[in-house]
């Protein structure tokens, strides 16, 4: 069992067939709506606990090897190990009066994006429900020591969610029914697998979705964004509209502003050829560095120059400021490395 966190109720029936019923409602509870530990569980006996500290399905999946913080303490990165020593990273942002967490749904990602630094480290396994949950419930956990409460869940760290329907989804109902979020405060991040938004468009949920778009004419996308080969704009956006004329969802663009790449008037009008029929909303963020990518991020002038662009061709475009790229924890940096401890900072002197 890759966590805990992958078995289901009938499991634990099963686990605790000669103990009363109720036993099996407290771990559930304890473990999904409280967010607890199985040895923090206080409504199960101690002695109990301490024989299913035990058995060797309960363990976790997702070992801390790292945790950085950045941004004076309002980003944390951790790095995790998995069961087989894989490794993903999950990020938590704190705001005044929320706190996202930022989760993998993949070790590593085959879709090869050259800008992106899990891109370039390529494919490694899919992530199970369970290793999906831990990161968070452990989100979850953090933000309550912080005086904080998580409040929104993005799949926007490493790996394609799409490309990993089945346990993603899996997970988001787990999320929304017995942790209890709200399905509107949960984004999955795509890079444009249209199977995937296709069985998007007939879940009962009302889920986020967010188009990674970046260029809006195939020849350029092709050549930063590979899977486009399967995938052309044309596909994706029709998948999109009837998306969003079956749920009535709105639907958000990414796109991350590439110095003399994406970043023209020529650029914008095919940008606002796509989002407008879609009635999406455009979110930019300029590129962060990675280590095997040469082009930069625009400057703060063609960032504001390409958002007035867009707003005189009639789109509404949002200037996203990133999160930690002062310890490689903004949109595209995770990859993942253990090389070295500096910069780990242990969660206890931020109290
Ligand atoms: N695979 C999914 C979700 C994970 S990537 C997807 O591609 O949408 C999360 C977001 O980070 C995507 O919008 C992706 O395009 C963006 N991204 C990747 N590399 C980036 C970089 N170097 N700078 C800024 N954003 C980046
Ligand atoms: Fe994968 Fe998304 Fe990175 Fe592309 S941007 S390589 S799809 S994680």
């Known amino acids: 069992m890759a966590s805990l966190y992958d078995l289901d109720r009938q499991y634990f029936s099963q686990l605790l067939k000669d103990h009363p019923t109720y036993r099996v409602e407290q771990i559930w509870k304890g473990l999904y709506n409280q967010g607890l530990q199985l040895q923090d569980i206080t409504d199960l006996p101690k002695t109990f606990r301490q024989e299913l500290a035990l058995v060797e399905d309960l363990q976790p999946g997702l070992a801390l090897l790292a945790e950085k913080i950045g941004d004076k303490g309002k980003t944390i990165k951790w790095l995790w190990g998995l069961k087989d020593h894989r490794q993903i990273e999950t990020v938590l942002m704190l705001y005044p009066k929320r706190a996202t967490v930022c989760i993998s749904s993949q070790a590593g990602c085959a879709m090869g994006c050259t800008f992106c630094a899990t891109g370039q480290g390529g494919f490694e396994r899919q992530l199970t429900k369970g290793e999906i949950l831990e990161q968070v419930i452990y989100a979850i956990r953090t933000a309550k020591q912080l005086n904080s409460k998580l409040t929104n ?199």
């Open 153 to 351: 869940i993005v799949f926007m760290g490493m790996g394609e969610p799409l490309a990993n329907y089945a346990s993603v989804w899996k997970a988001i109902r787990i999320i929304n029914q017995e942790i209890g979020l709200a399905a509107r405060h949960i984004t999955v991040s795509t890079v444009g697998i249209v199977p995937g938004i296709r069985k998007m468009t007939q879940e009962n949920l009302q889920v986020n979705l967010a188009l990674s778009l970046h260029c809006a004419n195939n020849e350029s996308r092709n050549k930063i964004i590979p899977i486009g080969l399967r995938y052309p704009i044309e596909d994706i956006f029709n998948a999109l509209l009837e998306y969003v004329q079956k749920t009535h969802r709105r639907v958000s663009i990414e796109w991350a502003l590439m110095d003399n790449i994406n970043d023209s008037y020529k650029d914008a009008s095919e940008l606002a050829d796509f989002a407008n029929p879609l009635d999406a909303h455009v979110n930019l963020i300029p590129l962060n560095p990675t280590p095997n990518w040469p082009t930069r991020g625009s400057n703060t002038h063609k960032v504001k120059q390409f958002q007035s662009f867009l707003s005189s061709l009639g789109v509404n475009a949002t200037i996203r400021h990133n999160r930690g790229t002062d310890i490689s924890a903004a949109c595209g940096q995770l990859a993942a490395e253990n090389t070295s401890s500096k910069g780990l900072i242990k969660i206890q002197s931020l109290k």
